[in-house]
Structure formats: structure tokens, C-alpha cells
């Protein structure tokens, strides 16, 4: 059991880094860094005053660079962002700006952390008190595993800090149909032999699909041998019902699993 758990362990960790995408870039810049509220609250009034004007509150009007998704043309780490703000882009389509340290770190922290689609940052909250709502009022623990604790049915999230931002994880948390990524996608599939097996997709390719089912087993099935497959596009996790506050300090948490030492 502890050598086919490790197995899954490793199989979802390789897979999530796949599945970053476009954001791996930014989430593990991102890893290296702890960004305060504060910071993020100073960043985000920055950005509203000097830089909003032609990025949009939302962050996507500029083409080719979309600051809330973490889009950029050149940039890929903090010390590029800093660079393009103090020095400008382009001969003056986008001006140097000369900013103090601490709100040139703010509109990093910013940027990094990412805002919600009015151009709200993304509020981070306290981990400790996150980990209590994880495991108590927001029932997370009873579908996800966190260090080895708790069911296979949803993804692990032992590193899900290292691979997501707080902007990615919040859309998680108040609407997952938006943020389902494909492969977590819920399937239901009928074997020749009339057995019903409903799961969690891992992987999928032409002949065979990988899943956890729903009694946490790790199931390979050869499609030739079904009658029926479906792939859900509704995912399993609802949108939750815990107050803003919550969800900040939840978030906190999340960004504090960065996988075991
Ligand atoms: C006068 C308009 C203007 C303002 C104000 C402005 N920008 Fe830009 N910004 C641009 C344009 C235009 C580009 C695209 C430049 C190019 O063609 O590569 C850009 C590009 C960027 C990029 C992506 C650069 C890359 O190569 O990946 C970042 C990040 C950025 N801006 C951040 C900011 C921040 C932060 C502020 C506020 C402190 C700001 N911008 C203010 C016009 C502006
Ligand atoms: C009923 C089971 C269930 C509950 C309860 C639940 N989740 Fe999920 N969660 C899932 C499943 C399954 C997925 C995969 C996508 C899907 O099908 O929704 C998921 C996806 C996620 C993801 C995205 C993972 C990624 O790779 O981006 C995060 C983050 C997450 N859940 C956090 C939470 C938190 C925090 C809570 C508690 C507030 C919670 N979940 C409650 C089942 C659940």
C-alpha cells in the first residue's frame, strides 16, 4: 500500500508539473517568494494609479501581455519585472517608473499573486488558521490528501502551493467549473464484462486511460474493452460556501504546501 500511494504520489506531482502550463514560469518564481498582504494592498493601489491606465483594471489590455494570468512578452522572473517597471519598454509606449523599494516590491507581489477578474488582488490569508478550516469547516480533508494524510479521490495538494498562485487557487475554490483542468476531469466508463467504474482521470491516451476510482484504486482500463466512457465536463468539487476571510486564510495555507523536505 505505502509503495502504490508513493506511486500516485509521484504520478500526480509529475503531472500537475506538466499541467502548469503557461504558469509554471510564474509559479515557480513565485515559490521562491512569500508575499505579504500588505505588500499586495500597497502593490495594487500602485497599480490602479500608474499602471491600470493601459493595462486595465483587468490587467489585459495591452496586447500580448495579460498581468492578471501571469502573461508576459519578455519577462519571466521577479527580477525581469523589476527591470521592464524601472526601466520601460519599447522606446516610451511603456514609461520607466521610479518607484521606492517597498512599492516597486509591492507591484511585484502584485503582479505575482495575481487579482481577481474586477482587479481585486488576491487576499492572502493566515495559514494556521486556513489549516484549521482545511481540515474542520471547509471539509477539504475528507476528498483531498495533504502529506501523506487523507483520500486519493481529488488531487493531492502537497505541493499544490508550488505549482499554483493565489489568484489560480481562489478561482479554484469559488468556481471550479472554471478551473477544472481537463485531466482532473471526472469519467464513467462500462467494461464489457457490465462493471461501472467512475473515477478521476490522471492521464489518457489513444488505447487506455488511467484513473483513481471511487474506492481510491489506481486503474488502468483499455478502451477497447469498454462500452461506455465519458469524460464529465462538471467537476466533482462545489464552489464554496466559506466567507471571504476564510477563503484568504484557506489560500494561505494552500501556498504553505510546498511538498515535504
Ligand atoms: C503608457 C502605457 C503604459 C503604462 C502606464 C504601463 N505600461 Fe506596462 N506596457 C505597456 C506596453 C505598450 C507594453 C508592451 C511593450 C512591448 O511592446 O513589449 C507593456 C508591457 C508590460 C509588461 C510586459 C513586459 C514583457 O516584455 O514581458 C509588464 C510586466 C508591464 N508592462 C507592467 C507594467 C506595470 C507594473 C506598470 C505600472 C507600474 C505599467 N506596466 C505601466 C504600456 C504601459
Ligand atoms: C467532494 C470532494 C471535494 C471537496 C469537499 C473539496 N474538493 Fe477540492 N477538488 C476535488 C476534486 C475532485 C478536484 C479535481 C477537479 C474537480 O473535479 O473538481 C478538486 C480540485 C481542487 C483544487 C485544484 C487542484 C489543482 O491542481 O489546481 C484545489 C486547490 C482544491 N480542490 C482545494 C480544495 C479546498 C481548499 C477545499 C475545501 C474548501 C476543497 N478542495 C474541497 C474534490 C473536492
Request: net charge negative; with cysteine.
Amino acid at each position: 500500500m505505502r509503495n502504490f500511494s508513493r506511486a500516485v504520489l509521484l504520478c500526480c506531482a509529475a503531472l500537475g508539473t506538466l499541467l502548469a502550463g503557461p504558469e509554471r514560469g510564474t509559479a515557480q518564481e513565485f515559490a521562491d517568494h512569500r508575499y505579504t498582504s500588505e505588500a499586495i494592498e500597497a502593490g495594487s493601489r500602485i497599480y490602479v494609479a500608474d499602471c491600470a491606465l493601459c493595462h486595465g483594471r483587468g490587467g489585459g489590455d495591452v496586447d500580448g501581455v495579460d498581468i492578471r494570468r501571469g502573461v508576459f512578452r519578455t519577462v519571466s522572473s521577479d527580477e525581469d519585472l523589476r527591470r521592464i517597471i524601472t526601466t520601460g519598454v519599447d522606446r516610451g509606449r511603456m514609461p520607466a517608473f521610479d518607484l521606492q523599494p517597498f512599492e516597486l516590491d509591492g507591484v511585484v507581489a502584485y503582479i505575482r499573486a495575481g487579482f481577481d477578474p474586477n482587479g481585486v488582488a488576491v487576499k492572502v490569508g493566515d495559514a494556521a488558521r486556513g489549516q484549521a478550516i482545511f481540515q474542520g469547516a471547509g471539509d477539504c480533508a475528507s476528498c483531498h490528501r495533504v502529506n501523506g494524510q487523507g483520500p486519493l479521490t481529488a488531487p493531492d495538494l502537497s505541493e499544490i502551493g508550488a505549482i499554483r498562485n493565489p489568484a489560480a487557487l481562489q478561482r479554484t475554490l469559488l468556481d471550479p467549473s472554471a478551473a477544472l483542468l481537463p485531466i482532473n476531469r471526472p469519467i464513467r466508463a462500462v467494461t464489457r464484462s457490465g462493471e461501472t467504474i467512475r473515477g478521476r482521470r490522471l492521464n489518457e491516451d489513444t488505447y487506455s486511460v488511467q484513473l483513481i476510482d471511487s474506492e481510491e484504486r489506481l486503474r488502468s482500463l483499455v478502451k477497447a474493452d469498454l462500452v461506455e466512457y465519458e469524460v464529465s465536463e462538471t467537476p466533482i468539487m462545489e464552489p464554496t460556501t466559506l466567507s471571504a476571510d476564510q477563503v484568504a486564510d484557506v489560500i494561505g495555507y494552500l501556498l504553505s504546501l510546498r511538498g515535504l523536505p
